[in-house]
């Protein structure tokens, strides 16, 4: 047997190992690259996190007073996904389907990228959330993004000053300014990120805003021509594979986020695919806030029920079939366990989007409504 000796291995003289099994490491020009820019833009983001800690997050703790609290509370609140969600369903159920299907697409692309960034950085929050990562802010690219894109559907190109109404038009970009600001400050009243972090979700959103002002026709029209119901699932698990993630023992929240996001939207767009004859009810002929309170209780109940029943009904299935299978006292592995809980957040996500965008409407138009 033939002996080579490990240069990596200690001691005067190295350690022999057979020479069939001393492999030499082996490096990739292109990848090594890649990994070093990676990790010298990470070292540069980290020290600009920490100097945005030090200065600007300290200011804002002195600012702490209970009037402060309350209004970057309610503006938190406005500029979380809860709320994008009961605003697209109002929009989809009342309004627009086209735009409500344009803006759930943009949510989802903001989410995706900003998440991917997330993970492939992995730079910490300024309070220490070792459950997330702050840099970029979603709620910073979605906040830039989704009011201007919607803006833009109403007044177009057009220049305030030729528009018919120009102090109104100026009055409305105003407070859509404010709105924005108030929502991206928030992340930096309560430290949950730091300057740096709000300021590359603010950009990311104006990049992709305005991408989709370019690609939100085609992008729309590709959507409704599709005629197979299993090509948007397909779609958003291929995406969710090549997604990073640091860990696939314990999955973190932002690719848990973003599982339940793309879920949701592979549901909706099955459903805005095949709308019904009558999708905005009564409001399409005599709109009135009456009528749109209504649908919106009456479709929220329904689509909370139905994700409720989901989220119940998921886990004590599971756990049936497991002990059915393998019996009470057999343990799941670690991978096994996160498989069904990746297929549980997808498939109840998915499901709950369907029933909004396709059996809601319905039910709506069933009852007259």
Known sequence: MVLAENPAAGGAHGAFIPRSQYAPRISVPVVSCFVYLLAAMRAHLAQQITWGTKTTLMVMRRLRNPVFDAYFEFWAHAG????????????????????????????ALNAYVNSFLKNVFCLPRPMGDKGDFGWPSVLASTGVSLPFFLLHTYYGTVWIWDDEDPWRTMAVYSFTFICVG????TRLYFCSCSPADVQAGGIIGAI????????????????????????????????????????????????????????????????????????????????SAQGFTLRVVVGMSILQCFSLSLDYGYPRLVEALVKATVGRQAAVPVWARNLLKFVGRFSTKCASGFIAAWAVPRVLQALEL
């Open 182 to 185: 108030s929502m991206c400050a």
């Open 208 to 287: 992709l805003l305005r991408l989709w002002m370019v690609l939100a026709e085609e992008a729309d029209a590709f959507v409704m021509a599709v005629d197979t119901w299993w090509y948007f699932p397909v779609a958003a698990i291929l995406l969710l594979i090549i997604h990073p993630t640091p860990s696939l023992v314990n999955m973190n929240e932002t690719y848990k986020f973003c599982i339940s996001t793309l879920g949701f939207l592979s549901g909706y767009l099955c459903g805005a695919t095949q709308p019904s004859i009558f999708p905005l009810g009564r409001n399409a002929q005599d709109p």
């Open 80 to 107: 979380s996904e809860v709320s994008f969600l009961l605003f697209l369903l109002v929009f989809t159920w009342n309004v627009d389907t086209k735009i409500s299907r344009s803006l759930a697409m943009l949510f």
